[in-house]
């Protein structure tokens, strides 16, 4: 079936710096959803990329989706504490409520 | 809105009991979904229902597992017997799918953290 790898698995930061993940798919991405799960709770929605190209922002979030739609990212900007936990990506696997999840990005942000 | 609800938070069993996990979804969401989530592994479908039908099992682990949703406020995941590989949180998240299949966001409960012993 349809794999969504995402990279990197680990990533640790200064608080301050920058941090990206990136979701890469060898099939076309239908519409990708990002999640964040914060230690020891459960994934909730940030946001919903649909169309080829498409870039949103949430205050120092950046969510890319690539041209060819076999990609996505997340950029932190600055990260903060706050941003610490797991970031997910999710493609609704094409005309299926189905969501295949990748394995996601663990962040830790050292203050 | 209480969001999605499961019971119990937390389950310690032995090896070869039976485990009944607990979700009610959001009123008005017409899908469910169960996940488990692990190291290994990440976080796994299970089962999802539409309009309280099962769609695709097809991520059920075997036959241990089985999945209910009698009603549209209601849906268990119960395994029979459990083994201590069944460790895991096990998720439940539930949606709204509307016409053509575009689905919003998909809500999760607070999970069920397992322990087979």
């Known amino acids: 079936g349809q794999q969504v790898m995402q990279i990197p698995q680990y990533q640790h930061v200064q608080e301050g710096e920058d941090f990206t993940t990136y979701c890469n798919s060898s099939?076309?991405?239908?519409?990708i959803q990002w999640y964040k799960q914060r230690p020891g709770g459960h994934p909730v929605f940030l946001i919903q990329l649909v169309k080829s190209g498409e870039v949103k922002k949430q205050k120092r979030l950046t969510f890319q989706f690539g041209e060819a739609k076999k990609n996505s990212s997340l950029h932190i900007t600055a990260t903060q504490t706050t941003d610490v936990g797991t970031y997910f990506c999710?493609?609704?696997?094409?005309?299926?409520?189905?969501?295949?999840f990748g394995k996601g990005t663990k962040l830790t942000v050292n203050p | 809105d209480a969001g999605v609800i499961q019971s119990p938070r937390h389950e310690v069993t032995e090896m070869g009991q039976e485990v009944t996990l607990r979700c009610k979804p959001i009123?008005?969401?017409?899908?469910l979904f169960w996940y488990r989530q692990t190291m290994m592994r990440g976080l796994e479908l299970l089962i999802y229902f539409n309009n309280n039908v099962p769609i695709d099992d097809s991520g059920m682990p075997e036959d241990r597992f089985s999945a209910k949703m009698p009603n549209a406020s209601f849906s268990t995941l119960k395994i029979q017997p459990s083994e201590p590989r069944d460790s895991a949180v096990y998720f439940c998240?539930?949606?709204?799918?509307?016409?053509?299949?575009?689905?919003?966001?998909?809500?999760f409960g607070p999970g069920t953290r397992l322990l087979v012993l």
């Open positions: 999710a493609d609704q696997q094409g005309g299926s409520e189905k969501l295949v």
């Open positions: 099939t076309t991405l239908s519409n």
């Open positions: 009123s008005g969401h017409n899908s």
């Open positions: 998240a539930s949606s709204f799918v509307g016409g053509g299949g575009a689905q919003e966001t998909q809500y």
